[in-house]
């Protein structure tokens, strides 16, 4: 698919592209250059209070396991169970 370098340098993204990766309006792409190939690659962007605190319950989960107080499961019918009888 051929796109044309217009104003500012913008490029329109071919709309079969849009829909194959179900792209919309204000979401992140990362621009960069690999072997001489320009890749245009979807991004997920967080904000940094809701990764700080997924670094929070991650370290929570660690120093549970190491102090034997997080639960651990065989498969997952045994975590539903547990979920089940609380």
Known sequence: ?????????????????????SLSKGDKVDIFEKDGIICLMPVAVYPKSYVDGLKSEIQAVKENLKAGKQPVFD?????FEKLENK
């Open 75 to 79: 498969n997952v019918d045994a975590l």
């Open 1 to 21: 698919m051929l796109a044309e370098i217009r104003d500012k340098s913008q490029v329109t993204i071919p709309k079969k592209i849009v829909n194959m990766f």
